[in-house]
């Protein structure tokens, strides 16, 4: 079993910038494909990034790439996003997950419980 806890969401205004963290816990952190996904309001989850077990390979949905960064820490067994140029419609609960190379396809072992981003216009 591994726990995903997301912490460091908030609420920022248009153009701002913030920093999400996903901290894990039980089997091998490293192992892993670590990935960040959103759900807004009324719609479906979305990808928004993923990242190898290593860190060598990093993996954006083009409505975010250039504006958010995907990192990890395998020492702290946690994986960062770091959002700025936040927009309005960036407004979502973000979830960590864990998993194979599926994630990328949204398929996850586990999940955290997510983290509200509300970013104001």
């Known amino acids: 079993q591994v726990q995903l806890v997301e912490s460091g969401g908030g609420l920022v205004q248009a153009g701002g910038s913030l920093g999400l963290s996903c901290a894990t816990s039980g089997r091998t952190f490293s192992a892993y494909t670590m990935g960040w996904f959103r759900q807004a309001p009324g719609k479906e989850r979305e990808f928004v990034a993923a990242?190898?077990?290593?860190?060598?390979?990093?993996y954006y949905s083009d409505s975010v790439k250039a504006r958010f960064t995907i990192s990890r820490g395998n020492a702290k067994n946690t994986v960062y996003l770091r959002m700025t140029s936040l927009k309005p419609e960036d407004t979502a609960v973000y979830y960590c997950a864990a998993g194979g190379a599926e994630v990328l396809a949204g398929t996850a072992d586990y999940w955290g419980q997510g983290t509200q981003v509300t970013v104001s216009s």
């Open positions: 990242i190898s077990w290593r860190g060598a390979n990093t």
